[in-house]
């Protein structure tokens, strides 16, 4: 079992910045990528960055040249979220999972509680 923990996130202005933090523990050996993705209300859970043990990472295309993952140490991976949105306002979760996962939320093996980003207008 893969335990993930986020942390990082809460109220911020348009235009402004937040890093959300996962932390892993458990069989983290285990697992290929990990992975960010983010809930609105009444919304589907949607893909939003993942990034591999050799550093290889993708960008949904509503982040891409705004958000970036990264990799702290073996046990932490971050998302650094610069010119948020209001749009980007939501539950931010993060996933872990073994070989051959997609965008789709239901071939991550491992997930966190979520933590909530709000941006204000």
């Known amino acids: 079992q893969v335990q993930l923990v986020e942390s990082g996130g809460g109220l911020v202005q348009v235009g402004g910045s937040l890093r959300l933090s996962c932390a892993a523990s458990?069989?983290?050996?285990?697992?290929?990528?990990t992975g960010w993705f983010r809930q609105g209300q009444g919304k589907e859970r949607e893909f939003v960055a993942d990034?591999?043990?050799?550093?290889?990472t993708t960008y949904s295309d509503s982040v891409k040249g705004r958000f970036t993952i990264s990799r702290g140490n073996a046990n932490t991976v971050y998302l650094q979220m610069n010119s948020l949105k209001p749009e980007d306002t939501a539950i931010y979760y993060c996933?872990?999972?073994?070989?051959?996962?997609?965008?789709?939320?239901?071939?991550?093996?491992?997930w966190g509680q979520g933590t909530q980003v709000t941006v204000s207008s």
């Open positions: 996933a872990a999972t073994g070989t051959g996962w997609s965008k789709d939320p239901s071939s991550w093996t491992y």
């Open positions: 458990g069989r983290i050996f285990s697992t290929a990528g």
């Open positions: 990034i591999t043990w050799s550093g290889s």
